[in-house]
């Protein structure tokens, strides 16, 4: 049986290190306003075009 604790990990190019998937579809949501913004920390909502970058993120809607 597979372990469904372990997260894939790559880079994002916001956070500008490795996050867990997981964070990745947290930051996803929040810049295609599915989800409020409390689901992302404040450093990557201050990054002005914060959704600019993530719409071109090559692991964009991988998670």
Do not use: S, T
């Amino acid at each position: 049986m597979a372990n469904r604790n372990k997260h894939r990990c790559w880079y994002c190019p916001l956070y500008k290190k490795e996050i867990e998937d997981i964070d990745c579809l947290d930051v996803q949501d929040v810049a295609d306003k599915i989800r409020k913004p409390l689901a992302v920390a404040k450093e990557i909502l201050d990054i002005p075009n914060f959704k600019a970058i993530c719409d071109k993120c090559e692991h964009r809607d991988l998670g």
